[in-house]
């Protein structure tokens, strides 16, 4: 999230953030204009102004770091956080920080798409209506069929297309809608 979002979200000025942070104002407001990129910041601002706005320095962070995880590790990353909070707080974290937004915006469709998918299938798994704010995205569909790698080995292995037919088949219909092969979502180590 944006420094700016965040002081407009918690409802300070810059120049309070800098006399409850100790950070100059000259360098929250050269942050806030771009002057200065906060990725560029020492650590020990990067914490003041963490600290005070009650974020992590990851979220300061998050927004011009433009770091990609494997699709592999970030469908894990998500299946953990949808185990760690339980399904209502991960669907209510989802749909209140506009995340499959941010992440359609950066142009990471499968990313976005597999979000979107999960949001769908935890709303049909527990008896909820779906958000109608991404009607739009759940008439997309990725050009090529993503299967997870362990299918891909082992259609390799086997030198056969088998495995991702049956994978695909048996593909929960929320990802499948996004041509994204997705099996199990709640067995995470």
Request: charged residues 30%; hydrophobic residues 40%.
């Amino acid at each position: 999230m944006d420094i700016n979002e965040i002081l407009k979200e918690k409802g300070m000025s810059k120049y309070t953030l800098s006399q409850v942070s100790g950070v100059p104002y000259a360098t929250i407001s050269d942050i806030c204009s771009g002057k200065v990129k906060i990725e560029k910041c020492a650590a020990g601002t990067l914490y003041k102004i963490a600290k005070k706005l009650r974020v992590t320095v990851d979220d300061l962070l998050a927004e011009q770091m433009e770091y990609r995880d494997s699709f592999d590790g970030f469908k894990s990353n998500i299946c953990h956080m949808v185990k760690n909070m339980g399904d209502m707080d991960f669907i209510i974290h989802i749909l209140e920080t506009k995340y499959i937004r941010k992440l359609l915006f950066r142009k990471w469709y499968p990313e976005s798409l597999y979000v979107l998918a999960m949001v769908d299938y935890l709303c049909r798994e527990n008896d909820l209506p779906v958000c109608k704010e991404y009607s739009d995205l759940r008439e997309m569909r990725l050009n090529k069929i993503i299967y997870p790698i362990g299918i891909i080995l082992m259609s390799v292995l086997s030198k056969s297309e088998q495995p991702k037919i049956d994978s695909f088949e048996k593909a929960i219909p929320e990802f499948k809608r996004f041509n994204i092969v997705e099996n199990e979502v709640r067995n995470v180590c």
